[in-house]
């Protein structure tokens, strides 16, 4: 099964959010569903909301880093992307530690 969050349009153009439909896989659904029932969400369509808005976030800011190292003429040492990637739990390209 796919279910689609659908967003209901503002009274204008920009003034909220658009309509827009999105499927995710059905594994995913139900996990988000299972949490709007024990109430750490309220709604697919919100816990969907709130999870681009922190995607967004994290690519405005990886953005703004590397547009400063780029203007500074440099990039991080090994040693400074070892040492994040340890403090963030990721390895390589952003992949959770197991």
């Known amino acids: 099964m796919t279910d ?20 995710l896989p059905d ?27 922190e995607r967004l976030e994290r690519d405005r800011s990886l953005t703004e880093l590397q547009d400063l190292f780029e203007r500074k003429g440099h990039a991080p040492s090994a040693e400074h992307l070892a040492w994040a990637r340890e403090v963030l739990g990721v390895e390589g390209e952003g992949e959770a530690r197991t």
Do not use: H
């Not at 659904?29 to 909301?49: C, K, P, W």
């Open 4 to 23: 689609r969050a659908n967003l209901s349009p503002g009274p204008s153009a920009g003034a909220g959010p658009a309509r827009s439909s999105v499927s």
């Open 27 to 53: 594994e995913q659904i139900e996990q988000i569903r299972r949490l709007v029932t024990v109430g750490r969400a309220d709604s697919v369509s919100e816990y969907v909301i709130a999870a681009v808005a």
